[in-house]
């Protein structure tokens, strides 16, 4: 048994002595925050490596959310998907409009685009997909919608940094897409998020909403917040992004080495790569399907914490079954998703996992059939 316990995720740390170079320079200029030389240097090298035209910064993902839904002026209904984190429906309601939940494909449980116009009223001001574990969503089809209402896309792309499709960009769909750099990212910036767009005049806007709406020095011309990102966290984000290409590799290799295991047992179902597409390997879910596979999701959860493996629900409960909600949004509107939402498991997964331990996972998973 391995020493230490296994958990789904585990930050990626650079080695020390990079970090701490990167900090030397805040002590000689005293700039912590407020868009200081770390925070523009790394906007300059996100929009390079997202190959995106503008960056905006944030203290994290969820206020990046926020930013974009009031920036844009998302109000009435937004159409988005229950199968995602919690911060993707709370964004929408702490914006002051109404989720309005999608249901999901089967194969990559993106929002179903071919539901999307049925959804739509005369409340409906966006559409908020969700790339959900870095699975592309069908944005052509979801722009054609889009465009034939006069609706704006913000993508939730908290899971899909890094993410190209015939070289191009996820973070360059819709009108703007939100990056977490949460520690448990695939790029992190302790915590941190940011927005991606084309609309050069957003870039003002998104700088004040996260400086107390202030255009300037004195005056509030807006209400926004405050969901600035340090300089700890932007030199955090300029020395990962040293390493992003070598944690994505990492990472493919492990989830290859999942699929040898995995892929072909009769009752999983696992990803898989699809050609033109860069992924990042961002997380391992796998579909059960009991009756085939001969265990449940949670039997195989129970047994992997019996080994001291802690895997995830990830996304169990759906967000519009979220206690808050008190039966407002019934599961049946998205059967799709209520019945991944019960049979996925997602296996941990991280550069700096050891491949035997991967097979050890594997060996638990299959253990109990
Ligand atoms: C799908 C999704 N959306 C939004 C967020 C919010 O990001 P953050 O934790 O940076 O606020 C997360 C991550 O945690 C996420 O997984």
């Not at 009031?70 to 409009?97: K, N, R, Y």
């Not at 699975?135 to 006069?150: S, W």
Request: hydrophobic residues 40%.
């Amino acid at each position: 048994m391995s020493p230490e316990p296994i958990h789904v995720v585990r930050p990626f740390l650079p080695p020390l002595a990079e970090y701490v170079q990167e900090l030397e320079s805040i002590w000689e200029t005293h700039h912590l925050t407020h868009s200081g030389p770390k925070h523009q240097a790394l906007t300059a090298a996100l929009a390079d490596y997202l190959s995106v035209p503008q960056v905006s910064l944030f203290a994290n993902g969820h206020l990046a959310l926020e930013a974009a839904l009031q920036t844009l002026g998302v109000t009435g209904e937004v159409i988005t998907t229950p199968f995602t984190f919690a911060s993707t429906t709370q964004a929408i309601v702490h914006s002051g409009a109404t989720p309005v939940f999608c249901d999901i494909t089967a194969d990559s449980y993106v929002m179903d685009p071919e539901l999307i116009e049925s959804l739509i009223t005369d409340r409906t001001s966006a559409i908020l997909p969700v790339h959900v574990y870095g699975n592309l969503c069908d944005h052509a089809r979801i722009q054609e919608i889009a465009d034939a209402h006069g609706l704006k896309v913000i993508y939730d792309a908290a899971h899909a940094f890094g993410v190209t499709k015939d070289g191009i960009g996820v973070g360059s769909y819709g009108d703007v897409s939100m990056f977490s750099f949460h520690a448990t990212k695939v790029f992190h910036t302790i915590e941190g998020g940011g927005l991606t767009f084309a609309d050069e005049r957003l870039s003002q806007e998104f700088a004040a909403w996260r400086q107390f709406g202030q255009y300037g020095k004195e005056d509030s011309g807006a209400i926004g917040t405050n969901a600035k990102l340090t300089e700890f966290g932007a030199a955090m984000g300029l020395v990962n992004l040293r390493h992003i290409d070598a944690t994505i590799e990492a990472r493919r290799q492990l989830t290859l080495r999942y699929r040898e295991h995995l892929a072909s047992v009769p009752g999983l179902s696992l990803g898989e790569d699809i050609p033109g597409i860069r992924h990042n390997y961002a997380y391992l879910p796998v579909v059960f399907d009991p009756e085939e596979f001969g265990r449940s999701r949670d039997d195989v959860l129970r047994d992997l914490a019996d080994n001291d493996i802690y895997a995830r629900r990830y996304f169990h409960p759906l967000t519009s079954q979220f206690s808050v909600f008190e039966g407002r949004f019934p599961a049946e509107q998205t059967p799709v998703a209520a019945g991944i939402a019960d049979r996925v498991l997602t296996l941990p997964l991280y550069a700096g996992l050891p491949a035997s331990e991967v097979d050890r996972i594997c060996e638990v998973v299959l253990a109990g059939r």
